[in-house]
């Protein structure tokens, strides 16, 4: 180890294990979940258990039954609720679980009589109190899409829920209501209407305010999350962004990756010497870090114990997608996290391309082939364009997306020609034989971000759909050739997730796990565009970099991965469009863009 990085030779793969979650909040939250069930259960089967202090009910007011039913319905309906936030520990869930056991154990008591039920509630409610310090966890970063989702959700469940109630007291209903029937007395129910069913005795006033509970539920838990002030997740001040240039400018060659820490969705955390960060976005709880720490390697240690001292401090699951091997053996290292291999970074030197060979004989047919027919190439770093083609250029990339969602985290800058921005590198394709459309003669663009003083690291791919195929390969080799000129050594290409899986699966003597394996990952392809991207940069004779992902347990890969998802925008939680309230930018920012290569095949 020299520099204050382990050394390849000494590296011996691990398998740490992170720390396992609190047991006391798990245990508690799972008491939590089956106390929820029981007031559920009291509400809506008032008579699943036979009262054995029948007689106190006559002392009781005509009308307190049905409250009471409701009562309990709605509080186990929010402690279900609260099971997952008291399993991550957050404050805000153990306060109103404190707030609500007692009132479902007094509307058992108060509706069934029963003594059990109380003792559940109290059973919980003591070692709540007792293990208060454990609940410190803060708040975490929320938008306007919850009450969406919080909507359909709990509108789904109180349907379900409703049809049960009405249900459940068959022996009490007055001739034979049809599903149909049923289900318009529930919806009535939950907007406090009087629905078609009617039931014999005050069993009706049980249902209706049982029903109008679990609409006032709904109604109350969505306009809350609609209307509460929104804590997105933190962007980057322009002093944040300073400095992180000032580290970049020092040690930016280090990771191809660095530039892309100035997104301005992410978030930073500093070393205590402020001369090393991790940059990061917190997606469904999980904040995800992207790429190597940024800065001195010998201050990596403390932007990474400031970066999960944050993690713990909301009870978010830490994980790191696409960080080199260097700095994934820092990660375990620091924290005890495991790190997997996530697929290979295609980097090129500049100085050894040629087109030249039988290797290269389709990609240079594909380039001569285009050149002929009229396409010229442009490479220029981004301060040499005038603001007019700048702006040609974006309008561009957005008309040429192809998709409603932009799409990009770990390896897209998202905005092109930023006045910051200077360095960056831009390819773009001309054919001035076509009659001029909205963007002039451009027919493809590339932009690269730099990587250190003398390489770049590949950010955006884009071409017009009626353009000759091969306009990507037409522009990378005209990004290489022109590289020497640019002072650049060396180019960043696309990232081929899992190649060394479909390497090694299409090989003479692959074993059957390992045919499965790629077998399932050429399926996925279909959508993802795993082996498509892997055969593109295999083109370009590169060598592979591995990338790694760091987590904390085996259990949080499914989360992780669907966070990672949401993160580069290939699912998309938000709220329809024509319901998003547009925030001003806290600074200007250009055009957004997806992630880098998505488009390359």
């Keep these: 180890m020299s520099g204050g990085v382990p050394s390849r030779a000494g590296r011996t793969r691990r398998v740490l294990r992170g720390p396992s979650p609190e047991a006391v909040p798990a245990l508690i939250a799972r008491a939590c979940t089956l106390v929820g069930l029981l007031d559920v259960a009291a509400g809506v089967f008032p008579r699943f258990r036979h009262s054995r202090m029948h007689a106190m009910a006559e002392v009781l007011p005509g009308s307190f039954g049905p409250f009471a039913a409701a009562l309990s319905l709605s509080a186990g309906v929010l402690l279900l609720l609260l099971a997952h936030g008291l399993r991550r520990r957050k404050r805000r869930a153990?306060?109103?679980?404190?707030?609500?056991?007692?009132?479902?154990?007094?509307?058992?008591?108060?509706?069934?009589?029963?003594?059990?039920?109380?003792?559940?509630?109290?059973?919980?409610?003591?070692?709540?109190?007792?293990?208060?310090?454990?609940?410190?966890?803060?708040?975490?970063?929320?938008?306007?899409?919850?009450?969406?989702?919080?909507?359909?959700?709990m509108g789904a469940g109180s349907l379900v829920l409703g049809l049960v109630i009405v249900s459940v007291h068959e022996d009490r209903m007055i001739g034979d209501p049809s599903l149909a029937d049923r289900i318009s007395h529930v919806l009535y129910g939950l907007v406090g209407f009087e629905g078609p069913v009617d039931y014999a005795g005050p069993t009706s006033w049980t249902v209706a305010f049982s029903l109008g509970a679990l609409g006032w539920l709904t109604a109350v838990t969505t306009v809350y999350l609609a209307f509460r002030p929104e804590h997105p997740a933190a962007r980057l001040t322009e002093d944040d962004e300073t400095r992180l240039r000032a580290l970049?400018?020092?040690?930016?060659?280090?990771?191809?990756?660095?530039?892309?820490?100035?997104?301005?969705?992410?978030?930073?955390?500093?070393?205590?010497?402020?001369?090393?960060?991790?940059?990061?976005?917190?997606?469904?709880?999980?904040?995800?870090?992207?790429?190597?720490?940024?800065?001195?390697?010998?201050?990596?240690?403390?932007?990474?114990?400031?970066?999960?001292?944050?993690?713990?401090?909301?009870?978010?699951?830490?994980?790191?997608?696409?960080?080199?091997?260097?700095?994934?053996?820092?990660?375990?290292r620091e924290t005890g996290l495991d790190a997997l291999e996530l697929?290979?970074?295609?980097?090129?030197?500049?100085?050894?391309?040629?087109?030249?060979?039988?290797?290269?004989?389709?990609?240079?047919?594909?380039?001569?082939?285009?050149?002929?027919?009229?396409?010229?190439?442009?490479?220029?770093?981004?301060?040499?364009?005038?603001?007019?083609?700048?702006?040609?250029?974006?309008?561009?990339?957005?008309?040429?997306?192809?998709?409603?969602?932009?799409r990009g985290f770990s390896m897209a800058l998202g905005r092109i020609g930023d006045p910051s921005d200077g360095d960056c590198l831009i390819a773009t394709a001309h054919k001035a034989d076509d009659p001029p459309g909205p963007y002039g003669d451009l027919k493809a663009v590339l932009h690269f971000v730099p990587?250190?003083?003398?390489?770049?690291?590949?950010?955006?791919?884009?071409?017009?759909?009626?353009?000759?195929?091969?306009?990507?390969?037409?522009?990378?080799?005209?990004?290489?050739?022109?590289?020497?000129?640019?002072?650049?050594?060396?180019?960043?290409?696309?990232?081929?997730?899992?190649?060394?899986?479909?390497?090694?699966?299409?090989?003479?003597?692959?074993?059957?796990?390992?045919?499965?394996?790629?077998?399932?990952?050429?399926?996925?392809?279909?959508?993802?565009?795993?082996?498509?991207?892997?055969?593109?940069?295999?083109?370009?004779?590169?060598?592979?970099?591995?990338?790694?992902?760091?987590?904390?347990?085996?259990?949080?890969?499914?989360?992780?991965?669907?966070a990672a998802m949401q993160a580069e925008g290939f699912v998309n939680l938000a709220l329809p469009r024509i319901l998003r309230r547009r925030a001003p930018s806290p600074r200007p920012c250009a055009h957004a863009v997806p992630e880098r290569g998505v488009r390359a095949a």
């Excluded at 007094?106 to 009589?113: I, N, T």
């Excluded at 082939?369 to 220029?380: D, F, H, L, N, S």
């Excluded at 790629?518 to 083109?539: D, H, M, T």
Aim: with cysteine; charged share 25%; net charge positive.
């Design 94 to 153: 153990w306060r109103a679980a404190v707030l609500l056991l007692p009132a479902g154990a007094a509307a058992q008591f108060a509706y069934r009589h029963s003594v059990i039920g109380v003792v559940i509630s109290a059973a919980l409610l003591l070692p709540l109190l007792r293990h208060r310090d454990e609940f410190a966890a803060l708040p975490d970063p929320r938008s306007r899409w919850r009450a969406l989702a919080n909507f359909v959700l």
């Design 248 to 332: 970049l400018e020092r040690h930016g060659g280090r990771d191809s990756l660095g530039h892309f820490a100035l997104r301005r969705d992410k978030a930073v955390v500093f070393s205590p010497s402020g001369k090393a960060a991790v940059t990061y976005r917190v997606v469904s709880g999980v904040m995800l870090a992207s790429g190597d720490p940024i800065g001195d390697v010998e201050a990596w240690p403390g932007a990474i114990e400031r970066f999960m001292d944050e993690a713990r401090a909301h009870s978010w699951t830490p994980a790191v997608m696409g960080c080199s091997e260097t700095g994934g053996e820092v990660w375990t």
């Design 343 to 406: 697929g290979d970074e295609a980097v090129v030197d500049a100085a050894d391309f040629s087109l030249s060979g039988r290797a290269m004989r389709n990609v240079r047919q594909m380039v001569k082939r285009i050149e002929r027919a009229g396409y010229e190439t442009r490479v220029r770093r981004i301060r040499d364009l005038g603001e007019g083609e700048l702006e040609r250029i974006r309008r561009a990339a957005e008309d040429w997306r192809g998709t409603d969602t932009e």
């Design 451 to 562: 990587w250190g003083t003398d390489g770049v690291s590949l950010d955006l791919m884009r071409r017009d759909r009626a353009a000759d195929p091969g306009m990507n390969e037409l522009l990378i080799v005209a990004a290489l050739q022109a590289a020497p000129r640019l002072g650049i050594e060396r180019i960043s290409l696309n990232f081929a997730m899992f190649r060394s899986a479909l390497a090694r699966g299409e090989k003479i003597g692959a074993g059957p796990v390992l045919r499965a394996w790629r077998g399932l990952l050429v399926f996925l392809s279909r959508w993802f565009q795993i082996e498509s991207l892997y055969k593109f940069n295999a083109k370009f004779r590169p060598r592979w970099e591995p990338r790694f992902v760091v987590y904390a347990s085996s259990r949080d890969l499914p989360r992780i991965g669907f």
